[in-house]
């Protein structure tokens, strides 16, 4: 364990359902992401929450909904997805994303294997 | 905006054998570098990272790499492999003037043979 916990491991979902994604950090870090891993592409960073403020929306579809309600707690809220969301889905935490704090160092989770039918 | 680069794809070695994995940026600027690793159904894990300082740092379990400012580079080496390295390998850039979000690189599949 990393400290980074997501739930669920596996996620298979039509395109109608709506599903949630989780992470949970025990680390005390201020800083929360989610990348999208898929095959043959590098890591497309999604979401950053930096003190529960959202400071990055990298221009993902309307049909991913992040929430972060405090800064131990991370969510992906998920509807009418398409089969080309289909992805090993990545939380990650960081300590700082100060100016000088030695750069980000991110913590993943094990991800979260989302399949969309 | 900046990129990363990973040149190798996939590579197969046999145990003993050395290693080199290229990483190259875009950014001109102050950069923070790093290399991750993801073992067959693990977590992406830090393997190491370059902040300032030697340009050459040293990882776990005997990785290194050398930070080649005019060369935008940050290869990955390992002077003998073993089987149990066998994973994926992921180069990271932050550059300073940014917002120290990390831009990864698309990744280099190792498979090594025992």
């Known amino acids: 364990e990393t400290g980074v916990t997501q739930t669920p491991r596996h996620l298979v979902m039509g395109m109608t359902n709506k599903k949630s994604l989780k992470c949970e950090q025990h680390?005390?870090?201020?800083?929360m992401y989610w990348y999208k891993q898929s095959a043959k592409k590098p890591l497309e960073l999604m979401f950053v929450?930096?003190?529960?403020?959202?400071?990055e929306n990298n221009s993902v579809p309307s049909r991913f909904s992040p929430e972060c309600p405090n800064s131990s707690h991370l969510f992906l809220h998920l509807h009418t997805l398409q089969p080309e969301d289909s992805a090993l889905y990545l939380c990650?935490?960081?300590?700082?994303?100060?100016?000088?704090?030695?750069?980000?160092?991110?913590?993943f989770g094990a991800g979260s294997r989302l399949t969309v039918l | 905006a900046q990129s990363v680069s990973q040149h190798n794809h996939h590579v197969i070695l046999s145990e003993a054998a050395s290693l080199e994995l290229g990483c190259n940026y875009s950014?001109?600027?102050?950069?923070?570098l790093f290399w991750y690793v993801q073992y067959p159904g693990q977590h992406l894990q830090l393997l190491l990272k370059?902040?300032?300082?030697?340009?050459l740092v040293k990882g776990i379990k005997g990785f290194e790499a050398e930070f080649i400012k005019s060369k935008f580079s940050f290869n990955l080496r390992k002077p003998s492999v073993q089987w149990s390295d066998t994973a994926e390998y992921f180069c990271?850039?932050?550059?300073?003037?940014?917002?120290?979000?990390?831009?990864f690189g698309r990744g280099t599949s190792l498979i090594v043979h025992p």
């Open positions: 990650a935490s960081s300590q700082a994303m100060a100016r000088g704090a030695g750069a980000n160092v991110l913590t």
């Open positions: 680390l005390g870090h201020n800083a």
């Open positions: 929450y930096s003190l529960e403020e959202r400071v």
């Open positions: 950014y001109g600027g102050t950069v923070n």
């Open positions: 370059y902040f300032s300082g030697d340009p």
């Open positions: 990271a850039v932050i550059h300073s003037g940014g917002s120290y979000i990390p831009t």
